[in-house]
């Protein structure tokens, strides 16, 4: 009865490429430890890109250093 | 000073509907451990359907499944 | 399908103790939203109390203001 | 590696706010554990003001009781 | 950037079972959104069974329930 | 009413480290926002070395790719 939280940057991810990494991720957990995909549960949280900051600063900024 | 987060799908829930959410469990924290409610906090995330996944696929098909 | 997630300073809870917050916190969303049980999931943390935080103190700091 | 999650309501925080939060958090790691900021996540929850609970109530009302 | 939070019970996984958790996870998000592994984070959480619930009660309880 | 949870590798930070840490993200928020610190809670979560992971391995791994 697993439990998985994804968290990205909004940036257009589509319906299908949801369903992907909820298939995905789902897969890992059954291959690896047996889970019952049934009861495992994926949510996917998309982070508006002025809401997310790494290297302490807004992702936006902070992709123009690593350019 | 207990944390809940509460995740559902988001179709609809009214604020009255989150409001008796939140009053039922902070109840409960009062009720069973002596909580102080004044310092209990709630949050509830509405996750998009697509969002949300179980049985390794989005919610919306796997409710057809169990149907 | 939903997902509730519990904070709380390790402080401790009895095994009855936990399951009377699973119990009731599941029959919240039940009554408040139709959701299903069988599907509810609850995840208890218990927080040690040097890691918990308010008032800008570790709460144990904080519990000794507000006596 | 940290990930910082902070979960504050929803009431117009404007971009410059925000990117102080991120660039004043990860400092915080910065000086207190010598952490490494180009790896230090930052993730901002701005929460509905009807998500959000304290006291047993929509933070709303909670508000008005502590004027 | 992205953020990954596996949260499964305490049940004896291995430190290789956890390693293929996080490599299948991380390939995901490279597979489907073209993410950077390398700044592509998971953590995992081994919730104690006594303080995970499902069904409205601890899941041990409900293990016996669907034998 | 802010909600901030820290999550960081399990590596011996002293009780007065996390409390720097309470303090100092407390005071972000304060200083930002003009948070209200009484009701502003910090959870610290230090996670076991092998559950973390970066790159598409364990940090330990990881950190010896960057040395």
Redesign the interface.
Known sequence: ?????????KEG?T?A?????????????????G?N???????????EM??????????SEFRKTIK
Chains 1, 2, 3, 4, 5, 6 share one sequence.
């Open positions: 009865m697993p439990y998985i939280n994804v968290k990205i940057t991810a319906a490429q949801k369903e992907a990494i909820i298939q995905g991720m789902t897969q890992v957990l059954v291959d690896v430890l889970k995909p049934a009861t495992t549960v994926v949510v996917i949280d998309e982070v002025e809401n997310w900051g790494i290297g302490g600063m807004p992702v």
